[in-house]
C-alpha cells in the first residue's frame, strides 16, 4: 500500500516570491504570461479584485527582472514554465520596489 503525496497548503497573505518558492505551498504557475506581458508594451495596469495575488505577481516580475537576484533564477522559478524557456530580457534591468502597505494613512 503505497501512502499519500503530502497535501501542500493554500498560501494566504504571502506577497513574496521568495518566501513563496521556497516553502511547500500549492502555486498556480503564471510565468507563462511574463512572455505576453514583453509583447504588450511598456505600459501595464494590473486590476483584479483583493486577494487575488497582484502582489506576489508582481514580486515574481521583481525576481524575474532584477539583474541582483540572477544567481537566485534556477532556485527560484524551478519546475515553471519560463525556467524551461526564459526571454532575453531575463534578470537584465536594477529594480527598484516599493512596498506602500507598510504606510500609515493620515
Known amino acids: 500500500m503505497t501512502e499519500a503525496p503530502e497535501l501542500k497548503s493554500i498560501p494566504y497573505g504571502i506577497a513574496d516570491f521568495k518566501d513563496f518558492s521556497e516553502s511547500n505551498l500549492y502555486y498556480v504557475d503564471k510565468t507563462r504570461f511574463i512572455r505576453n506581458i514583453e509583447k504588450k ?3 501595464l495596469f494590473f486590476i ?5 495575488g497582484k ?4 514580486s515574481m516580475l521583481e525576481y524575474y527582472y532584477d539583474i541582483q537576484r ?4 534556477d532556485s527560484l522559478f524551478k519546475g515553471t514554465d519560463i525556467h524551461q524557456n526564459p526571454t532575453k530580457e531575463k534578470n537584465k534591468y536594477l529594480v527598484l520596489s516599493f512596498n506602500f502597505s507598510a504606510v500609515a494613512p493620515g
Open 41 to 43: 508594451g511598456k505600459f
Open 55 to 58: 502582489s506576489l505577481f508582481l
Open 48 to 52: 483584479r479584485p483583493r486577494r487575488f
Open 70 to 73: 540572477k544567481d537566485q533564477f
